[in-house]
C-alpha cells in the first residue's frame, strides 16, 4: 500500500509539493498552524493542522505517513519530542535544510571560493542546524541543504528593483522552487536514509554580474553598491546528480527569470 506522504509546513515551497503531488495519484496531505485560512486554496480533506510547538496537533499525522519536512527543524527539543512519537523507524523523510548550514569560509584571500560540498564542516552553533543534523543521524531523515529559492512571486529581478540585494563579487547560489518540488519527491523516493545532498541547480553567480544581465536584458538598475568583502560560496550539487539522477527543469538562471518577468508583468 502506498503510504500518504504529509507536508510538514505549507509555506512557498510546500505549496508548490501541493501543486506537484496533485497531479499524481499519490495520497497527500498539506499541514500549517492555521490550514482553513492558510490553505484555503486547497480541498478541505487535504488540510491538516501541525504545529511543532503544539503537541496535541501531532496525533494528527497518520501512523506509517512518509514526510517532507518544509520549515526550519528547531528548536531541538520539540524536534526531539516530536520524533519520539514517530511509529516505525522504517517512515521515510525528507528535511529541507539549508546551505546556509556550511561554516563561513576564513579564506577570504580565495577567490572565487572553493566549492562546498557535503563534507565541508557545519555550523552546528544555529538550532536549525542541530534539528536537522539530529533527524539525519537519529531518524534516518535525508537531508537536502537547499540554496536560495526563487520563482514565480520570488523574481531575483524585484530583489534588484527593491535594493535587497546589490551589486557585490559575492557568490549566489539558487534553485527554482518547481525544480526543488520535483527534487524533493525523487529523494523521498530514492534517496538514502541518513544522507545529505546539497539542491541547487549548480551555476553559482554573483551578484555583480547578475545585476549587470538584469540591466542590460531588462533595464532594471541596480542600487550602488554595498562593500560586502564575503565572497560567498559555490554550491556543488555533484552528489545529487551523480546519485539521485537529478535533472533541472530550469538550469539556466537567466531564461528563468525571463519566463518569471514575462508571466509576472
Known amino acids: ?5 504529509i507536508i510538514l509546513g505549507s509555506g512557498y515551497t510546500g505549496r508548490y509539493l501541493a501543486g506537484s503531488l496533485a497531479t499524481t495519484s ?4 498539506a499541514t500549517s498552524r492555521e490550514p482553513d485560512r492558510n ?14 510547538q503544539q503537541p496535541s496537533t501531532w496525533r494528527n499525522i497518520p501512523a506509517g505517513a512518509d514526510l517532507i519536512w518544509c520549515f526550519p527543524a528547531a528548536p531541538l527539543d520539540q524536534v526531539q519530542a516530536f520524533s519520539r512519537t514517530f511509529d516505525t523507524p522504517a517512515r521515510r523523510m525528507v528535511v529541507l535544510g539549508s546551505t546556509s548550514a556550511y561554516e563561513a569560509s576564513d579564506r577570504s584571500d580565495e577567490y572565487p571560493p572553493p566549492w562546498t560540498d557535503e563534507s565541508a564542516p557545519l555550523d552546528l552553533s544555529k538550532p536549525r542546524v542541530q ?15 537547499v540554496a536560495g529559492i526563487y520563482g514565480p512571486g520570488r523574481n531575483p ?13 559575492k557568490y549566489v547560489n539558487l534553485i527554482h522552487v518547481e525544480d526543488l ?14 544522507e545529505a545532498y546539497n539542491v541547487s541547480d549548480g551555476q553559482p553567480h554573483t551578484w555583480n554580474e547578475i545585476c549587470a544581465t538584469a540591466q542590460q536584458r531588462w533595464g532594471v ?15 556543488s550539487n555533484a552528489k545529487l546528480r551523480s546519485e539521485l539522477g537529478c535533472t533541472f527543469r530550469y538550469p539556466d538562471l ?11 508583468g
Open 1 to 5: 500500500m502506498t503510504h500518504p506522504i
Open 26 to 29: 499519490r495520497p497527500f496531505f
Open 39 to 52: 490553505l484555503s486554496s486547497m480541498p478541505a480533506d487535504k488540510r491538516m493542522r501541525f504545529d511543532l
Open 131 to 145: 534539528g536537522e543534523e539530529f533527524l539525519r543521524k537519529n531518524c534516518g531523515a535525508i537531508l537536502l541543504r
Open 157 to 169: 529581478l524585484d530583489w534588484i528593483r527593491t535594493g535587497r540585494v546589490s551589486p557585490t563579487g
Open 181 to 194: 518540488a520535483s527534487i524533493c519527491l525523487l529523494a523521498l523516493d530514492k534517496g538514502k536514509r541518513g
Open 221 to 235: 538598475t541596480a542600487a550602488a553598491a554595498n562593500e560586502n568583502p564575503s565572497p560567498g560560496k559555490r554550491i
Open 254 to 264: 537567466y531564461e528563468a527569470m525571463a519566463l518569471i518577468e514575462s508571466a509576472e
